[in-house]
């Protein structure tokens, strides 16, 4: 009934998703390609979760 309450979270993934890669970008122009590394892999995990979500809808 209250459905339209409750939030998203397909964008919730989306955003989590958007802060790795940014924090990766930041990581990599300041030259710490090893925390950079370990974002991407996180980024990517948050990704395979987003496409997971969309195909079970």
């Not at 802060?19 to 990704?47: C, F, P, V, W």
């Amino acid at each position: 009934m209250l459905g339209f309450l409750k939030g998203d979270p397909k964008k919730k993934l989306q955003k989590a998703y958007e802060n790795k890669l940014e924090k990766a970008l930041h990581a990599q122009r300041n030259g710490d390609l090893r925390s950079h590394g370990t974002l991407m892999e996180e980024a990517e995990k948050i990704y395979a979760e987003i496409k997971a979500h969309e195909e079970n809808q």
